[in-house]
């Protein structure tokens, strides 16, 4: 059976207090007809006529409705709340965070399939529920788990092109360049060069995007093995779901790890359009650029220090501060590191955001599951300490719009916890998980037949006459 909700429904739960924790219980679920037979591509195929239809009603009725003003602001700072991308799979509220097809993060807990009673959505689902809108069925979702198996296996020479690294570059820029290597098997390339009609374009770019998800969790393994464990690698695990079986190519066999794994890809997977990976990745793909290469660029957006890296350098943060002054560190104490990181011209790495207003409901979550598993963790508690020191102290700076920590502010210290310790590794593991979002968007951007990206750009002449004139 499939379960869906309807848009309808759905737009009366996000005018109710999301943060409730009934939210989920006031829901009505509605049942479709049974589609046990159906997998993710034929579901696809299904929605994507009715889609293609909606998008040409909106453009041909509300082609002329303005959505807001562009202010000079806006234009010099980094397009901050300037509305100009379609992004379909997900979409997020300053104040109660991300939404996935609809669904906020606690309530894809309840409703995704788990490997285990209570546990943790698998990121299968996630993938089906970004893709088709639909929550699929435990059925659909381990049919979709051995498909993935069944694509993962990538050719040799992306092994050896890793290996003309040195195995001290960063493993952001091993990863990227595995990914690359991956390029080389494109069926939308194949196709393009063929002549293929443009109707079709969707249909090379699942297999691609199928073919990347499932390949990406193999390449990361690598280069962690190759990095950190004298490249003794790790087989994959067929019998093993996504989640769990990139955490055993890593080298993590426990079941909690496990469940961390599927958690963690599972919230990292995609935050609406506009940051700097998923923005990337959509820019690029707009030039009829394949997956492999929307998404190797998304990855080297991913990897700077104000997006993905972040979770490196707050484990790498907080390690210091116990250098320094010790595991059971005070408050006191704490707020004075604190300001002498401001102090010393750097952000304070896992807090602040350029669209959030409130916690992170990705923070929220993994603390959540430090609470069940971890809850006498040194690291954890100075990540809790860091929860009540840092945002008053950031709002005393006057200038931070967001004082509260994002999803990077607590990643490191469960990783880190369950033995994987090397924080520059962190960023891969991002990487792994943003692969299901961007390339479930890239699948739309070409079903639904998106345009080549092209904003205007002004100089500062051209802004000081216009507003002269204004
Ligand atoms: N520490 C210190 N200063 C901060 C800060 C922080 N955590 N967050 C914001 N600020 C500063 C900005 O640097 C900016 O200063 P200037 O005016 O001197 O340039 C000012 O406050 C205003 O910034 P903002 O409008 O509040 O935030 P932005 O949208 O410009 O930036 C972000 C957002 C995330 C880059 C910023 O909050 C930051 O640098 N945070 C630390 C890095 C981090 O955790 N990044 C991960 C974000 C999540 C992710 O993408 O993975």
Redesign the pocket.
Known sequence: MVFYRSVSLLSKLRSRAVQQSNVFNSVRWLQVQTSSGLDLRSELQELIPEQQDRLKKIKSEYGKVQLGNITVDMVLGGM?GMTGLLWETSLLDPDEGIRFRGLSIPECQKVLPVAKPGGEPLPEGLLWLLLTGKVPSKEQVNSLSQELQSRATIPDHVYKTIDALPVTAHPMTQFATGVMALQVQSEFQKAYEKGIHKSKYWEPTYEDSMNLIAQVPLVAAYVYRRMYKNGDTIPKDESLDYGANFAHMLGFSSSEMHELMRLYVTIHSDHEGG?VSAHTGHLVASALSDPYLSFAAALNGLAG????L?NQEVLLWIKSVVEECGENISKEQLKDYVWKT?NSGK????????VLRKTDPRYTCQREFAMKHLPEDPLFQLVSKLYEVVPPV?TE?G????PWP???AHSGVLLNYYGLTEARYYTVLFGVSRALGICSQLIWDRALGLPLERPKSVTMEWLENQCKKA
């Open positions: 901050r940051n220090p104000l997006h993905g972040a401001l952000v304070v790495p896992g807090f602040g955001h350029g950031l700076l200038k931070v719009k967001n994002n999803v990077d």
